[in-house]
């Protein structure tokens, strides 16, 4: 029943408990995992929602939350796309190329890059980061802050991480809202300017656990990835002991 802990999109087909999966390498971190497909020729792979509005009746000012990611041997996606974050779109704006204006909304959700290619030192690995809707963006779409510090934010495919992500909102009308990112435990970025709002009705309304290919490019076949171990919080979670 874990799909009860989530507001909305626990029914999506494309995702499944799965405690053995031998031809994608897949070795699970503890029991069963969530395992995620973006089918080829399609971009959505999970869209799950924890609206702290519906669950608790109230929206925070600052969250933690952090999750057990794992690559699948199959991860060859064409492009780069989203992954698991935090937003306040409230329906308006901040996804899908509608740009923000400090009133209407804002997201900070994850992305991944492709693939590094052959002949670097981090072949096959993957890039995560953070993609960006907010009040000082100049473009139509989000704006791409990659985990770098470190190389904390390159992983490997075929092995669990733990990825954690904080989020405090900025005050209102100034750059001073915060994004940090630890992977197993070691802080992989940090962005302490963001302005995301001029107006104190937006804050943080959900935990936004996406995966998603693209922009509009699709997957030429089924690629996957898998999730475990889900917490959100108020202080910092950091990974689970061995």
């Not at 100049?138 to 992983?155: H, I, K, S």
Request: one cysteine or more; charged letters at 20%.
């Amino acid at each position: 029943a874990w799909g009860d802990h989530w507001t909305t999109g626990a029914d999506r087909a494309t995702m499944e408990v799965v405690t053995s999966d031998p031809s994608r390498l897949f070795e699970p971190f503890q029991g069963a995992a969530l395992r995620v497909r973006v089918p080829g020729g399609e971009n959505t792979g999970m869209g799950l929602a924890y609206k702290f509005m519906d669950e608790l009746g109230e929206e925070p000012e600052e969250i933690w939350f952090r999750y057990y990611l794992r690559f699948a041997d199959d991860w060859l996606p064409s492009d780069g796309g989203k992954m698991p974050g935090i937003s306040g779109t409230y329906g308006v704006a901040g996804w899908g190329g509608r740009p923000v204006d400090g009133t209407d909304g804002w997201s900070a959700r994850g992305t991944y890059r492709v693939p590094v290619a052959a002949g670097n030192p981090f072949a096959d690995h993957v890039n995560l980061g953070n993609y960006v809707y907010h009040a000082d963006m100049e473009g139509q779409y989000g704006d791409v802050a990659l985990w770098v510090d470190n190389c904390g934010g390159v992983l490997a495919k075929n092995r669990w991480y733990s990825v954690e992500m904080y989020l405090h909102m900025n005050t209102p009308g100034q750059n001073d809202g915060i994004i940090r990112a630890w992977v197993d435990g070691r802080l992989a970025h940090e962005k302490t300017d963001w302005r995301w709002r001029d107006v104190t009705s937006l804050k943080i309304e959900q935990i936004w656990m996406n995966v998603y290919h693209g922009g509009s490019d699709t997957p030429p076949q089924d690629i996957h990835l898998y999730i475990d171990n889900v917490v959100i919080a108020t202080r910092y979670i950091g990974p689970m002991a061995e």
